[in-house]
Every structure is written in C-alpha cells, then in structure tokens.
C-alpha cells in the first residue's frame, strides 16, 4: 500500500503543477516577471536562476499542448535564454549591453505572439490539459486538507473535469475533487506564489485558537480564527481550501453599490476634487481631501447589506456578533504576526454566520510597513466601512472587549507563540526576500543604460527579425546543458540566523507580545488595545495608503 500511496502521491502533486500554470500563461507571466525585476534594478542572478525551472519544464513537455508550444516557440525561448547567459556570465556586463537588449527584444516579442495566440480562457477542461489526473479513480491518496487522526480517512475518488479560471493576477484555477465520502470538496491552485508561508501562518492559527479554547472567558465567547487547507506543492505553486458561502468586501460594497446606483469611486471622487491626481497631493492635502470625502459619502455599504440580508432582527444581531468578534480576534493575531496587504479583496465575509475570513496571508513581519512607496502605518484594517456594522457601540463595545480578551491570551502564552513564530522567521525554506540588503552596484550601471534602450516598452523591431527564421523548434542543446548546470545559480547570500532583519524580526514580535511595542515602558493590556485602535483609524495614516488598499473603504 505504501509504495502506491508513495507513487499517487508525487503524481497527484505534478500534475496539479502541471495544471497551476499551463505554459502560455507561465512564460507570459515570466517574460513579465523578467522585465519588472531587472527594471526595479534587481541581480541578474536572480533572473536567470528562476527562469531554470521553467526551461527545465518547457524542455520535458508530456501534454499534446505543452508539445505543441515548444514547437512553436521553443527555438526562440533557446535563443533569448542563450544571449541572457552570455551577459550573465560576462566578465564585463557594461560591455555587454546588447546581448542583454537582444534577449529583452526576443522575450518581449515572444510574449506578444504568446498573447495573440493564447487569449484568456475562463473554463479549462481537465482531460485536455492533464489527461492522467483526469483518469485517477478511488486514489488512496487523501482529500488535501482533510486529515485528522481521529477521523475515517476521506480519500480522492475522482477529479472533476471542468475547472474555471479567475481572472486575477495569478489566475488562480478553482477545481473540485470528489471524495469518498461523497462529498464534493473545491480548492483554488495558485501558481507563482510561494504558499509555504500561508501554511505556517494557518499552523499558527491552530495554535491562537487552541490558546483561545483553553481560556475561559474566550472560550465562552467561542473565539477563533477561521481556518482552511493550505497545501504547497512546490515553492511557486499549492492548493488552498475554498471557503464556500463567503464574499469579499469588495465585491459586497461593488454589487451594493450597483444596486442603488452609485458609482464604485464615490468616495474617490470627491477626494479628487482637490486635485485630478490624488498622488500629487502632499500629506496634510491628503488628509484635508480624505476627511472632505468621508464627511459626504456615508459609508454604510456593509452596515447595509448586513441588515437587508438577514431574515430577521435576531439573526442580525447574531451576524454582528460573530462579524465583532471575529474581526477583532483577527486583528489582534494578524497584528502579532505583522500582517499586511488587507485590502478589501483580501477580507472575505460569511454570508450566513457574519464571520471575517483573511486570505493571502503573504506579506508578514510587517513588510508592508517598510516599502518605499506607500507604507502601510496601520496595524490592521479598521476603517470605517468595517466599523459601521459595529453599530451604535462602535469600537468601544464587543470589539474592544474581544481584542482586550484576545491580546490578553496571547500575551499570557507569549512562549509559546515565540518559539512557532521564531521557527516562521528562521526558516530557511521560505523564501525571505526581505531580510537580505540587495546589492544593487553591479546592475545600476546597465539598469540605465537599458532603460535608454527601450523607452517604449516594445520589441526591437530589427532583433525580431534577426531571429524571425527560428521561431519554431526544441531547445538548443547549449541551452540544456546552461539549464543543467547548476553552478551559475547558487545563491550567494546563503541563509543565516545572524541575520539582523531576522533578529528586528523576533524583537519586534517579542515587543508586542509583553507591551513594550510603543515603547519602553510596558503597556497594560488594554492601553495597548486603545493605542492599537487610534493607529488603525487615524486620518493621517489612512489618507496616506495606496490607493488599491481603499482607505475610504
């Protein structure tokens, strides 16, 4: 039974790969990826060393598809990769601009001819794009996410042949396995997103609501944070449970908005009335045009929906019950963890219970506090849209007194929490791009001089036909022995547990989990809880936001 539970395995999680990213999407998405690092400045290096696995991939194609797009666009995928190396591995890369131009014409040309010929496809049929995950019956392998030691194991008996795609960044797949059991179970496949973090911060999860279980008053309250599976399969690409019967903010504020026939930037709108480019304004005009915005739009979307969807008053009182509480425990955890990027995609609300759900739990450790263009400054999401439901009490009433409980908790269990959340920042599988100084002296010079080349953003039109008379083919051998040699993608900056960001890192946590994160003086509890909701929803640090984030929201 082993050795095919084994063999089930590895090839349930390939081919799910294989569905994650078919090669149109995943060269379009590279060529994309190539472009807006090396513009941002970053190493060669770290171009070239993830490109490998793709030509790896596009050198072994085993779909009729995947064969059929090396031989369109194989022999050119082989030329640019060819002049890439050379200016890699040239001793002097000013020199050696042009290679570089030619392999930045050639990707570019590539990707709009894979652009023409592949347009976005809503719906994929499995049979067609992984002919053997459409043929797997009564697998021993279990239903992802659904293990527990004290259950009858739910297995795979089927994968259901249609899958849609949703047209977002990453063109997330949501697919449904059929299990033993006869349920129906639906996950979303992410690829070029690395989920081995999300999955750590789900264990993390697991471990404030046994914390809040075993606590009396939190666990009388029934406080927790809601959960779903979350399955890497490689670095770049993994399963995530779909959370049925929820909506995000922002689709509940667009539809209501739709409804009574008002504009989806309302609030924007008279924001910009003090100038047509909101990013021109400076801090002190930003807050004057946020509070002139907020003061004539209401802002009541959610407080809305909330009312006009629930059947009676005693089921919207229970709704905005769980809706505080669950808001609140969230906040606190995500604050303790450095959560970011909540923007209103990103927070999902059940239809029926009213409770707040997170996705994309990506950006940690407060990374979002330290970009260079719009920072976040606020410790979570407290905007007035999501106070509105709170109804007359405001912050000051269930929410407050649920963060107070929940912060109380984790403060009391601060060892524990350290020891997971040390083994989160330490861990040198995940991809911690954030804790290592970018050198970026070998690449300012030839950053320039390529911008120079290519103001347009276009194709050299003279490289396209240069290399017009090999767009179809395989790979060049000299590209496979490049790919097989893994000697020009070690990484130089090897992982270490000196590193300072880590070590700023666990301070930080540790600062916020005995009170100390405002300053040197310790915080009683509920200090910190007031202090935390002022930062959430001061003027000042909203107005200031990307505007994706939606701050009037």
């Not at 989920?195 to 999860?205: I, K, P």
């Not at 471990?207 to 809601?226: C, F, G, Q």
């Not at 790919?483 to 890192?505: E, L, M, V």
Request: aromatic residues 10%; charged residues 25%.
């Amino acid at each position: 039974m082993y050795p095919d539970l084994v063999e089930q395995t590895e090839l349930v999680s390939r081919e799910l790969i294989r569905v994650t990213l078919l090669f149109p999407e995943m060269w379009m998405k590279s060529i994309d990826s190539l472009i807006a690092k090396y513009s941002g400045g970053h190493d060669i290096s770290e171009i070239v060393r993830e490109l490998q696995s793709h030509y790896k991939r596009l050198y072994n194609p085993e779909t009729l598809p995947e064969y059929r797009f090396v031989q369109e666009f194989g022999k050119d995928l082989s030329v640019a990769y060819e002049s890439l190396l050379q200016f890699y591995k040239a001793r002097n890369r000013t020199h050696s601009l042009a290679l570089l131009k030619q392999a930045i014409d050639m990707y570019w040309r590539i990707h709009y001819r894979i652009k023409s010929q592949y347009p976005f496809r809503k719906h994929l049929i499995l049979e067609g794009i992984s002919p053997i995950l459409h043929q797997c019956r009564d697998m021993s392998v279990a239903v992802p996410g659904s293990y527990k030691p004290d259950r009858n194991l739910t297995t795979i008996q089927s994968f259901k042949p249609d899958i849609e795609v949703h047209r977002t960044a990453q063109l997330p797949r949501q697919m449904c396995i059929q299990g033993s059991d006869g349920n129906e179970y639906t996950f979303l496949l992410k690829g070029l997103d690395d989920l081995r973090l999300d999955e750590r911060v789900m264990q993390l999860f697991g471990l404030v609501n046994s914390l809040l279980s075993k606590d009396s008053e939190t666990a009388r309250r029934s406080l927790a944070i809601e959960r779903f599976p979350v399955v890497p399969l490689s670095s770049n690409s993994g399963l995530i449970g779909f959370y049925s019967n929820t909506n995000s903010l922002n689709q509940i504020v667009i539809e209501n908005r739709k409804a009574v026939n008002q504009p989806n930037r309302l609030e924007l709108n008279f924001a910009c009335q003090f100038t047509p480019n909101w990013t021109t304004l400076t801090t002190m005009q930003k807050v004057e045009s946020f509070e002139y915005a907020l003061s004539n739009t209401p802002g009541n979307d959610l407080q809305r929906v909330m009312w006009y969807k629930s059947p009676n008053a005693e089921v919207w009182l229970e709704r905005r019950t769980n809706y505080t509480r669950s808001l609140a425990v969230m906040s606190i955890a995500g604050y303790i963890l450095g959560l970011g990027d909540r923007h209103p995609s990103n927070i999902l609300i059940h239809e029926r219970t009213g409770k707040v759900v997170h996705i994309d739990l990506g950006d940690c450790f407060e990374i979002t506090w330290h970009r260079v263009h719009f920072p976040e400054k606020v410790p979570f999401r407290l905007t007035r849209m999501l106070v509105k439901p709170m109804e007359v009490s405001s912050t000051d009433g269930i929410f407050k007194h649920t963060a107070n409980h929940t912060m109380r908790v984790l403060r009391a269990n601060r060892e524990s929490l350290m020891a997971v959340l040390e083994a989160f920042v330490y861990d040198p599988l995940v991809s911690w791009a954030y804790h290592q100084e970018t050198d970026d002296s070998t690449n300012t010079n030839y950053t320039k001089q390529y911008r120079t080349l290519s103001q347009d953003g276009q194709p050299d039109k003279n490289s396209s036909k240069r290399h017009s008379s090999s767009s179809t083919g395989g790979l060049e051998s000299s590209t496979k022995q490049s790919i097989s040699n893994d000697c020009y993608f070690a990484d130089t900056k090897a992982w270490n547990t000196g590193n300072p960001k880590a070590r700023a890192i666990v301070k930080r946590i540790h600062d916020k989990l005995v009170g100390t994160d405002f300053s040197n003086e310790q915080l009683a509890v509920s200090e910190q809880i007031e202090k935390l909701i002022q930062q959430a929803t001061a003027t000042e640090n909203l107005a200031v936001l990307y505007s994706g984030w939606v701050p009037f929201w």
